[in-house]
């Protein structure tokens, strides 16, 4: 499949009124592909940091630099691409069997993290070369 295909910049409405601002996320489809299952957030991180670095057999994210700003490379073993996350109103979503880095955060960062599944360390790969075997494995299944 294509990078393009793989991941998405969501941009969503802001609800606010003169008294701030408001952003709603809604999953199944309303804003986001997936059903919420977890939620988890990220902060004082800093820009010597490299998190990540795993791939998800199942899980789907939408990642919110709610606060603050970081990068994310997101990898699928053909192609890459750096994301900026740097607006409370603009979403990453990205879909399973991505490798991804997450950097260069901002000392105010706050990176909220939307997950179609609960958590369970058996679905991730956290070894590129396994990651890349996965793949390979993946698409010969697919291609039976
Ligand atoms: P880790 O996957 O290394 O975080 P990141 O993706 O930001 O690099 O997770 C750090 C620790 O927290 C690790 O021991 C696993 C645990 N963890 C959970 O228990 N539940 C979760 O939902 C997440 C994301 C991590």
Redesign the pocket.
Known sequence: MKLEEQYKLIEFADLGDERGNLVVIEGEGMNIPFDIK?V?Y?YGSDSTVV????ANRETEFLLVNVSGNSKVRVDNGRESVVVELNKPRMGLYLASMLWKD?YDFSDDSVLL?L?SRH?D?KE?IRDYDAYLQALREKESLESE
């Open positions: 977890r988890f990220i998190r990540g670095q795993h997450m993290v997950a958590y360390e991730y």
